[in-house]
T-cell receptor, first 110, second 117 residues
C-alpha cells in the first residue's frame, strides 16, 4: 500500500525558533494535508493543499504541495508552547481516502 | 455545531473477549471512517462508509473486526475475539465529501482507547 515518510520523527526546540518538517511518498497524491494531534485527542486539520506547487499559509503555519506531487513540507514560525503535539501529513486521492504519515513529535522548551 | 462523538473513551479487556465502539458523526456528513492508531504511529484506515455503503475495507481484519452503519448515520465497530496487538486508539472521523469536491477534510472524534491484556 501507499506509504508516507515523515521527517524528522521528533524535534525538541526552543520557544521562538522556526520549525520545518516534511513528508515524502513513493506515490502521487491529488491533495496533501497537515493535521495536528494533541494528547488524548483526535487529529485536527491545519492546512489543505489542492494543487501541485501550491503554497498556503494559516497564521504562523506555511505548507507547500511539492511540484512532483510526491512531497510536502510544513513550516511553523516563531514557535510557542502550544505548538507542542504530533504533526501528521496525509495524502488524499480519489474517493476521499487518506493515507497518514508516521508523525513528527514536536516539543517546545519555554 | 457538535463534533464527532465516540464511546467509550477507554476500554480494558482480556484477550479473546469482544468489544464494541460507537460513533456518531457530524450531522449531515455522508462519509464516515474508522481508523486504528497504534501508539507512536499514524492513523491507519480500517473502513470507510459513504452513507450506509462500504467504500473501502481492504485493511479491515475481517476474521475478527466488523463494522456497520445501518441507517447511514451512526456506526459501530466490533472486535471479536480481541488479540493483544489490537491495543490501540480507535478513531472515528466524518467528512462532507461528495464526488467532485476536493477531499481530505476529515473531522475526528476523541477516540476510544482499547487495552487488551
Amino acid at each position: 500500500g501507499q506509504q508516507l515518510n515523515q521527517s524528522p520523527q521528533s524535534m525538541f526546540i526552543q520557544e521562538g525558533e522556526d520549525v520545518s518538517m516534511n513528508c515524502t511518498s513513493s506515490s502521487i497524491f491529488n491533495t496533501w494535508l497537515w493535521y495536528k494531534q494533541d494528547p488524548g485527542e483526535g487529529p485536527v486539520l491545519l492546512i489543505a493543499l489542492y494543487k501541485a506547487g501550491e503554497l498556503t499559509s494559516n497564521g504562523r503555519l506555511t505548507a507547500q504541495f511539492g511540484i512532483t506531487r510526491k512531497d510536502s513540507f510544513l513550516n511553523i514560525s516563531a514557535s510557542i508552547p502550544s505548538d507542542v503535539g504530533i504533526y501528521f501529513c496525509a495524502g488524499c486521492n480519489a474517493g476521499n481516502m487518506l493515507t497518514f504519515g508516521g508523525g513528527t513529535r514536536l516539543m517546545v522548551k519555554p | 455545531e457538535a463534533g464527532v462523538a465516540q464511546s467509550p473513551r477507554y476500554k480494558i479487556i482480556e484477550k479473546r473477549q469482544s468489544v464494541a465502539f460507537w460513533c456518531n458523526p457530524i450531522s449531515g456528513h455522508a462519509t464516515l471512517y474508522w481508523y486504528q492508531q497504534i501508539l507512536g504511529q499514524g492513523p491507519k484506515l480500517l473502513i470507510q462508509f459513504q452513507n450506509n455503503g462500504v467504500v473501502d475495507d481492504s485493511q479491515l481484519p475481517k476474521d475478527r473486526f466488523s463494522a456497520e452503519r445501518l441507517k447511514g448515520v451512526d456506526s459501530t465497530l466490533k472486535i471479536q475475539p480481541a488479540k493483544l496487538e489490537d491495543s490501540a486508539v480507535y478513531l472515528c472521523a466524518s467528512s462532507l465529501y461528495y464526488s467532485g469536491r476536493a477531499g481530505g477534510e476529515l473531522f475526528f472524534g476523541e477516540g476510544s482507547r482499547l487495552t487488551v491484556l
